[in-house]
Each structure stands twice: as C-alpha cells, then as structure tokens.
C-alpha cells in the first residue's frame, strides 16, 4: 500500500512563502504521476497541480504563475513551493499518487497522505 506523509505547513502573512512536503513509499515516483490537492473550509476540494514521471507539470489557473510542484525521486519525495501566498489559499494540502486518467478527477487517484494545514492570514 502506497504510504504519503505531507509536512511543511503552517500559518503565514499574505505575500509571504511556505513550501510543502510530501515523502511517498519507495519507488512511487518512478511510476505514478503525483498531484497536490487542498481543501478550504466549507468548499469542495480542488486539484492545485499535477508532476509526470517525466516531469511534465500542471496547474489550477487559481495558482499558476505562484506555486511550483517538483520531485525529487532519489528522496522519494515531491514538493510545492508556494510564493504570494494569499488568504485564499488557506486550506488542507494533499497529495496523492494517480492511477491514471485526468488528475483533476479525485477518483483516479490510489492514495492520499493525512494532509497539512495551510493557513494565510491577511
């Protein structure tokens, strides 16, 4: 079973950064896509961005152009770095590992980690 541990949050001013973590069982990125999702209260949750195996990434036109997914797979682990941080990102930050299919669709992914809060005050 595909294990993800998210870290990295934490609460932070508006315009400020924070980069989020997430350590995935071994192996995991040579073979699946992994996305980053988040969840604000009250709302339905939303797919950020995407990375390939082959690096080719995606992203929400809420946070193009701020954020940036990578990867790292001889540390079994992907990031998010989050620039302009705005009280509009406040959220629970996922990330999950895609079976196939689209990545903005949630059923097409095989695990998600316990999550990280991300709290932006204005």
């Known amino acids: 079973q595909v294990q993800l541990v998210e870290s990295g949050g934490g609460l932070v001013h508006a315009g400020e950064s924070l980069t989020l973590s997430c350590v995935v069982s071994e192996f995991v990125l040579d073979y699946y896509a992994v996305a980053w999702w988040r969840q604000a209260p009250g709302k339905e949750h939303e797919g950020i961005s995407v990375i390939s195996t082959d690096e080719e990434t995606w992203y929400a036109d809420s946070v193009k152009g701020r954020f940036t997914i990578s990867r790292d797979n001889n540390k079994n682990t992907m990031f998010l770095q989050m620039n302009s941080l705005k009280p509009e990102d406040t959220a629970v930050y996922y990330c999950?590992?895609?079976?196939?299919?689209?990545?903005?669709?949630?059923?097409?992914?095989?695990?998600w980690g316990q999550g990280t809060q991300v709290t932006v005050s204005s």
């Open positions: 999950g590992t895609l079976r196939g299919g689209s990545w903005e669709a949630p059923n097409n992914y095989d695990g």
